[in-house]
């Protein structure tokens, strides 16, 4: 067993509730990575909150998908820690996530990110556009992220796909904020954009979104691509975006026909006292599991611990 880090922790909360562990690892097909970065986000910050809140509230869900008729937490899900990041520039954060995710992907696992802020998928595309030079990546998002720099930093969060664009072409959907800036420069980038007013008057747009991403797939969803009625916890809410039903939709769809590699859920804000956003942040990353491993279902036996 070689973990890609090792802490000192008493105690930490799992996905599922499902007990963590270490001998487990090396069997675990999924693993699961809690990035809690909060270094860039503006108007709103406490992103590096949500990956235990995102856990948490995992511990409630049930693990049986009505839709799948599976529980596939059984091909082993394994969560690290949260990952201890450097403090100072941003330089060294990006490269021990690089490091991490490249040793979890050298390990044959399906990595799934918990941000933290959205500069944390850059560094994990880097690593996995390393070990497949077919990798395509699939943003849900409400804004471009496009900007070459913002604040001071080529790592801001407004940074983070144009940072991506530098390993793997991109498609972008749900998109309904930009600044002039990267309208100017989105033609010239390998990226394809899906505006949010206009990409649903193409009744096959799903169709159109798997159409534009290569074999292999790298999706990263920023929360506040979903529709503010039912994710209000983001930094920077806009108005429109994503239904659950239409998400679902689409991860689904991608899953069944390109290989999806790895994935990453950013820029969940948590709200005190409101659990809702967190917990569909948790039902989610399990939908996405769902589709990636569903097998005939059939009861289990579930080990569970306290959130």
């Not at 954060?93 to 990110?113: N, Q, S, T, Y």
């Not at 990798?135 to 471009?144: F, G, M, T, W, Y």
């Not at 990226?191 to 007013?197: E, K, L, N």
Request: proline share 7%; hydrophobic share 40%; aromatic share 6%.
């Amino acid at each position: 067993m070689t973990l890609p880090f090792s802490y000192d922790r008493l105690d930490r909360a799992a996905f599922g509730g499902l007990k963590p562990d270490e001998r487990d690892y090396d069997a675990a097909r999924v693993v699961i990575l809690p990035i809690p970065l909060d270094r860039t986000t503006s108007y709103v910050s406490g992103t590096r909150h949500a990956p235990r809140e995102i856990l948490v509230a995992s511990a409630h869900m049930e693990l049986w998908d009505e839709e799948a008729r599976a529980d596939v937490h059984g091909v082993g899900l394994y969560t690290l820690p949260e990952m201890e990041l450097p403090f100072g520039e941003l330089e060294p954060v990006m490269a021990e996530i690089r490091r991490v995710a490249g040793a979890i992907l050298d390990g044959g696992k399906f990595l799934v990110a918990l941000g933290g802020e959205h500069s944390i998928t850059a560094p994990i595309v880097a690593a996995a556009a390393e070990r497949d030079g077919r990798l395509s990546v699939l943003q849900i998002d409400a804004h471009a992220d496009l900007r070459d720099t913002y604040m001071g930093t080529p790592h801001n969060h407004a940074c983070a796909m144009r940072r991506v664009l530098e390993h793997a072409p991109c498609v972008q959907v749900g998109i309904r904020s930009l600044s002039v800036e990267e309208a100017e420069i989105a033609p010239q980038l390998s990226t394809r954009i899906f505006y949010d007013f206009d990409m649903r008057r193409d009744p096959a747009w799903i169709d159109r979104v798997v159409e534009s991403l290569g074999e292999s797939v790298y999706i990263t969803i920023d929360c506040d691509g979903f529709d503010p009625a039912i994710m209000p916890a983001v930094g920077t809410p806009e108005p429109g975006g994503l239904s659950w039903r239409e998400m679902t939709t689409l991860v689904g769809a991608v899953i069944e026909r390109r290989r999806v590699v790895a994935c990453d859920l950013v820029e969940l804000s948590p709200i005190p006292g409101m659990i809702a956003p967190n917990f569909l942040c948790a039902r989610l990353i399990y939908k996405i599991l769902t589709y990636r491993f569903k097998s005939p279902g059939r009861p289990l036996t579930v080990d569970r611990v306290a959130g």
